[in-house]
């Protein structure tokens, strides 16, 4: 076997590694619930005349806390989203500048706070602002090693106390949304490492943002805040609902957008969503964006450092600039997809066991490279801040509206571009908590300004041409800074892949209607540019890279039945004639979910199916009610007695969940099963298409379909199944842009398609002349 054969194989056999929630028997298990607390509410606890009792009254109660647990909950978390937004924001503010000094009036305030009484944001600050030193040698070594030191703190942290908190985190949310479970992902542990060490991380000047990370803190607050409630708790469903509005809130306090927020939870995080969860969304992000307002932690009124304004208006001859943000904003995107896969794969073969030195070795090259490149110097919220802004009224930082520094400064943005977009392909992903919008967004932002300054040098050379005699005479025409913002969502929109939700996050960072066309056709172009080139979501390409099973939201057609797709070699339970030390036999040399029930005459005929802990579950309390029970027959089926209504949950601890009559010997003296299996199982006919049988796992979540012809089981499938198949023969597959040559091959193509068209012309030619 060849050796791609052999890592493609390995990367299969990684889905394996995960449990899935079978999203069906959730919602049976919470209508279950529903029931029971239904019957103990319709009790009668009035008095013998009708009088009002206690027990009433606290029915009453239970009943009105209920219907507002939700809301509550939602708002609880978007305050804690919104207080650790904050928090993280000051931190990481403070740990930044003290790369470059400190207030010697304070040492607690940063720059910003520190010279609160000046105007304009010159980095020289005041008076009260001392550098660490005035020799630049030595202003060099500090701040290397001071972004050496954060990196090393950050990365020991991850390493020894969080794992899970290293990273995005954004497509395993996807894949914990879709139905996985990663037990600790969004536990206390991670959530107060990531955010503890993300200011450290973005003070470093990695090339890596905190608005990623944002997200996954926000879902762990959710989860952590749900937690407290035992109805949360419980149900998966309804947790799933509080981490996809934590998620909404997340996005929302990063870029002061809860709008955007709500869209980027429906487009980006969540495989389904509903209504009711939308208003849960919206309101989180309401909530959290309210609370770190109220908190104003940069003292502006500011949600984030990059909000602007625009007060003019664009030209239609400037489209053809915009196109070419687009363009760049598409190129960017496959080219970082692409590099950065490769930077992963490298790391995880080389510097798995390494991750501590890796941190700080990314730190000391960004830091030695970056601070002699003043858009590199300072954090990136600070540099798109700066960039976005018009010359008009304080946008004169760094000189960037200076005619005659302007080709200097169009030269230190093309630098800053391309070591950036370097820095990020190698630095995204590696074992500190990082994100890719940000860096994205001022790469998009360095570019943009600089095809901003080069379009103002034009018409400053030109204003007479006829491109800009739409110009007014005393007003500017061209505004650099927009191409900056322009830029930036066209970088944001190529590597992330989301258009709708770029496009709200850029309107309500500016609060600009008239540039929601220019952004509509950045993007549009940019997707087209991705779109050609075969270029999917850095999320998504991380979540194939991991191996994390997980189906795209996207219908492909495979034109093949399911047949082809199921496993036909089946563990399966026969309804009678099995003893409980048969069950333990399959148990111990198997480790599938769960089990198909076929009838005892051998026929196969599909009985149900029962979960794998279910069976764990009854043998251990019948074990502990009856002793010795390895000889006892076993029974799945009723025979002729009635069956219980209400689906059982191995979760439930509770006597009256679960009493003692179910382990009890029935009159054959047999051990029941009958409570715990599930006699409706989701099924499907052996022809049925593969592109039905994935949208029932994306909109239904059933955790295994069994296929069965004419009642007699043939197989089952489960979305590892799906996604191995697809894996292994990637059916209805589209060459991408590498396995059509990249650009060479693209080029060969147009040289074949041209010379096809020159030889046609000839030929066409030669007969009009014999005519």
Not at 225 to 254: D, L
């Amino acid at each position: 076997m060849i050796p791609d054969e052999d890592e493609e194989l390995e990367q299969i056999r990684r889905y394996e590694d995960f449990t899935t929630i079978d999203w069906i028997q959730d919602a049976k298990l919470e209508r279950t619930r529903r029931l029971m607390d239904a019957r103990k509410a319709n009790i009668q606890r009035r008095g013998p005349r009708g009088e009002l009792t206690w027990p009433w009254l606290m029915a009453q109660m239970r009943r009105a806390a209920d219907s507002v647990s939700s809301w509550f909950v939602v708002s609880l978390v978007g305050v804690g989203i919104g207080v650790n937004a904050a928090i993280i924001s000051i931190m990481s503010e403070w740990f930044s500048d003290l790369k470059m000094g400190y207030c010697s009036d304070a040492w607690w305030l940063n720059q910003q706070f520190c010279c609160w009484e000046m105007e304009g944001e010159e980095v020289d600050g005041c008076d009260s602002w001392n550098s660490w030193s005035t020799i630049t040698l030595a202003r060099w070594i500090i701040f290397v090693l001071f972004a050496t030191s954060f990196a090393f703190v950050a990365s020991h942290l991850v390493r020894s106390l969080a794992k899970y908190a290293a990273g995005s985190g954004i497509s395993e949310i996807k894949c914990i949304l879709a139905g996985f479970v990663m037990q600790g992902f969004l536990g206390f542990a991670t959530f107060f490492i990531k955010s503890m060490t993300l200011p450290l991380v973005i003070a470093s000047g990695l090339s890596v943002g905190k608005e990623g990370p944002s997200v996954h803190v926000a879902c762990s607050i959710g989860s952590l805040v749900a937690g407290f409630f035992g109805s949360y708790k419980r149900s998966q469903s309804k947790m799933r609902e509080i981490v996809t509005a934590a998620s909404a809130a997340g996005v929302a306090v990063a870029f002061g957008s809860p709008i955007g927020g709500v869209l980027f939870s429906i487009e980006e995080m969540s495989h389904t969503f509903s209504i009711k969860t939308m208003w849960r969304s919206f309101l989180c992000a309401l909530v959290a964006t309210f609370t770190l307002a109220a908190m104003n932690p940069f003292r502006t009124g500011k949600l984030v450092l990059f909000q602007v304004t625009y007060d003019r208006d664009w030209h239609f001859f400037e489209i053809f600039f915009f196109v070419i943000l687009g363009i760049f904003g598409g190129l960017y995107g496959a080219f970082v997809v692409k590099f950065n896969l490769q930077v992963a794969a490298f790391r995880r073969n080389h510097l798995a066991n390494h991750g501590v030195a890796e941190a700080v070795t990314l730190a000391i090259i960004t830091a030695m490279i970056g601070y002699f490149n003043r858009f590199l110097r300072i954090d990136m919220t600070s540099s798109m801040a700066i960039l976005f802004r018009e010359c008009e009224g304080g946008g004169n930082v760094y000189n960037l509206c200076q005619t005659e520094a302007q080709w200097q400064i169009a030269n230190s943005l093309l630098l800053a571009t391309i070591i950036r977009i370097g820095l990020v392909v190698i630095s995204y992903g590696c074992k500190v908590p990082g994100g890719i919008f940000v860096p994205s967004m001022a790469i998009g932002a360095t570019f943009g300004r600089m095809l901003g300054i080069m379009v103002k040098a034009m018409y400053t050379a030109y204003p007479t041409s006829g491109m800009f005699k739409f110009c007014a005479p005393d007003v500017p025409c061209i505004t650099p800074g927009t191409y900056a913002f322009l830029g930036a969502a066209a970088a944001l929109s190529g590597v992330m892949r989301i258009t709708v939700t770029v496009v709200v996050i850029m309107f309500e960072l500016t609060g600009a209607l008239t540039y929601i066309l220019p952004t509509m056709i950045v993007l549009l172009v940019t997707k087209a540019v991705g779109d050609f080139l075969g270029t999917n979501g850095i999320a998504d390409e991380m979540i194939r890279f991991n191996g994390f099973p997980f189906l795209e939201k996207e219908d492909h057609a495979y034109n093949v039945t399911v047949a082809s797709v199921m496993k036909k070699e089946l563990h399966t339970i026969t309804e009678t004639g099995m003893s409980v030390k048969d069950i333990e036999n399959i148990l111990s040399g198997t480790d599938v979910k769960g089990f198909p029930i076929v009838s005892g005459d051998g026929a196969l005929t599909l009985v149900g199916y029962i979960e794998r802990s279910e069976l764990r579950y009854v043998i251990e309390r019948a074990r502990k009610t009856r002793g010795r029970i390895n000889n006892l027959p076993c029974l799945f089926t009723t025979h002729g007695e009635d069956d219980l209504d209400l689906p059982r949950d191995p979760g439930f601890e509770g006597e009256d969940e679960h009493p003692e009559q179910f382990f009890a010997p029935t009159t054959a003296g047999e051990l029941q099963f009958t409570p715990w299996v599930n006699k409706t199982p989701m099924t499907a006919t052996p022809e049925l298409p593969l592109e039905i049988v994935m949208q029932i796992f994306k909109r239904m979540g059933p955790r295994v379909i069994l296929v069965e012809e004419h009642g007699v089981l043939s197989g089952l499938v489960t979305v590892k199944d799906v996604l191995r198949y697809i894996a292994t023969e990637k059916p209805g597959h589209r060459p991408s842009w590498d396995e059509r040559g990249g650009l060479d091959g693209l080029l060969e193509e147009l040289w074949t398609w041209g010379s096809g068209v020159k030889a046609r012309t000839v030929s066409w030619g030669l007969r009009l002349l014999r005519r």
